[in-house]
């Protein structure tokens, strides 16, 4: 597939740091498509990593996707140790490993900051894309309707993750948000202070659903979290909780080409692109739908919620017009991701 871009060329590096996870996968993919040369990143090269080059090797040929280890994803000095020749950076790992408020969005900070710093320095690098989420945007939240643009930080969000008490329910998806509002501010801090030459952009997805590319076992996010719900395990399933109140959502492959688009596409800078399909779906409606889809099988009983709030749409008028000069297509359905994220429970 040619590349409708000036901006990175054919065999070009890029550096995708997270690549094993859900979204990292399927972008690699995406990359590899076009022609690219992928350096995944990623905290250990191991049980993860060969499954996801031999599929990748095999269906683009030998050497598609290298591979290096960050131990430390805030040392400025990983960074400038594999940049030499890369050309684009695709940021899309997140640090799970604690809930403490303070310590998390310390990480996010330096993490970014070290990133677009060794990146500065680098003059190979023509262009960066940050995975960011709406969670930087706001929370959903009972009893208040939402009136939103991609103008907006999730700032009661970010508070509220430092007043929770780490064994409240909801800890996690607070502790994310703020990471994501940390991220992106300083983010466009830098390029404020810096004005660097390469490219900048932000892709920020609802919840991610759909089959991981990675035939690697292991946990795939919100894309396992949700076959869990739809297979009754719901203990420790932080799923539960993005479901709540209502989610938009979008198909792993639709927002790996909205972040290649970001990369690749000369007309795209400084640009924060919401990545959703409408409209919201409440929990109990998903569990109503399959239901209805497999009457043979039994389901958790619905959740005693109230109503879900009203959420006006944000713009995802950016994404979908790079979907479809990117991939000639338009954003895969609710109904068409749902399916490919269970369809090896059935």
């Known amino acids: 597939m040619s590349l409708p871009s000036d901006r990175l060329q054919k065999d070009d590096k890029v550096l995708i740091i997270g690549v094993t996870g859900l979204v990292g996968a399927s972008t690699a993919d995406a990359l590899a498509q ?45 960074y400038r140790a594999i940049l030499h020749g890369v050309a684009g950076i695709v940021y899309q790992a997140y640090d799970l490993s604690t809930l403490d408020t303070t310590k998390a969005v310390e990480t996010a900070y330096k993490t970014t900051w070290a990133i677009l710093e060794a990146a500065y320095e680098t003059p190979s690098v023509k262009s960066i894309v940050f995975t960011s989420s709406t969670a930087a945007i706001y929370n959903a939240t009972y009893g208040q309707d939402m009136d939103l643009s991609l103008d907006d930080y999730n700032d009661t969000g970010y508070e509220k993750a430092f007043r929770l008490p780490d064994d409240a329910p909801e800890k996690f998806g607070f502790v994310y948000s703020a990471t994501k509002v940390k991220m992106e501010k300083t983010l466009w801090d830098f390029v404020k202070q810096h004005k660097p030459s390469f490219a900048v952009n932000t892709v920020l997805p609802h919840m991610v659903l759909g089959k991981p590319f990675n035939p690697a076992e292991g946990v795939y996010s919100t894309s396992t979290w949700t076959k869990w719900i739809f297979e009754g395990k719901l203990d420790n399933n932080p799923g539960v909780g993005f479901w709540l109140p209502s989610e938009w959502h979008i198909d792993v492959r639709d927002v790996a080409i909205i972040h290649v688009a970001a990369l690749l596409d000369p007309e795209v800078n400084g640009q924060r692109m919401w990545a959703a399909v409408a409209p919201p779906v409440h929990i109990n409606e998903l569990l109503a739908q399959w239901r209805e889809q497999y009457p043979e099988r039994q389901f958790v009983q619905d959740f005693d919620v109230p109503s879900p ?38």
């Open 34 to 78: 076009r022609g690219l040369k992928v350096v995944g990143a990623t905290r250990q090269v191991g049980p993860r990593t060969q499954p996801l080059k031999d599929k990748l090797d095999g269906l683009y040929g030998k050497d598609t996707i290298e591979f290096v280890q960050i131990k430390d994803y805030t040392d400025v000095n990983e």
């Open 309 to 346: 709030p009203k959420q006006n749409i944000l713009d995802n008028s950016l994404g979908q017009k790079l979907l479809e000069k990117w991939a000639g297509r338009d954003l895969i359905s609710f109904e068409e991701m749902i399916h490919e994220t269970i369809e090896d429970s059935l």
